[in-house]
């Protein structure tokens, strides 16, 4: 989507479809990592889950964070994805380690953001 109405927009569609089939409504949810570790989710309902960049990316998680992301739901919605740059390069890996993981797993992104995907990160 390109602006946060239609990422709204988006979110709510995914949600009514959850609904539709019996879900609960969207609320807070905690994914279990491994080693006792939990990622906490912002709101999760029948296998989507919205998140904001930062809770994502701006973070110290890593791959086994994400590969649990991965295996708990099959649609992730992620608001506020910045243009990145050298400056914030460790938010930049984790972001493509984010989607590397959900690609191997064929989890659906769906996302906002400041730059169209070839214009992301700007070295």
């Known amino acids: ?23 609960p409504a969207p609320a807070p949810l ?4 491994m080693f006792g ?3 906490q989710v912002s709101a999760a309902t029948g296998g ?4 904001t960049f930062e809770e994502l990316c701006a ?21 506020g994805v910045p243009a990145m740059s050298m400056q914030i390069r460790d938010q ?11 690609y191997n797993a064929r989890v659906r992104l769906v996302c906002s953001a400041e730059a169209p995907p070839d214009a992301l990160f700007q070295g």
């Open 1 to 23: 989507p390109e602006s946060e109405a239609e990422l709204q927009q988006a979110w709510q569609l995914l949600v009514d479809g959850c609904r539709q089939r019996g879900a």
């Open 30 to 33: 905690s994914v279990q990592v």
């Open 37 to 39: 570790r939990t990622l």
């Open 59 to 79: 973070q110290p998680l890593g791959p086994a964070d994400y590969v649990a992301l991965a295996s708990a739901f099959h649609t992730v919605v992620i608001r």
């Open 92 to 102: 930049a890996r984790r972001f493509i380690t984010l989607v590397d993981e959900l």
């Open 48 to 51: 989507v889950a919205w998140f």
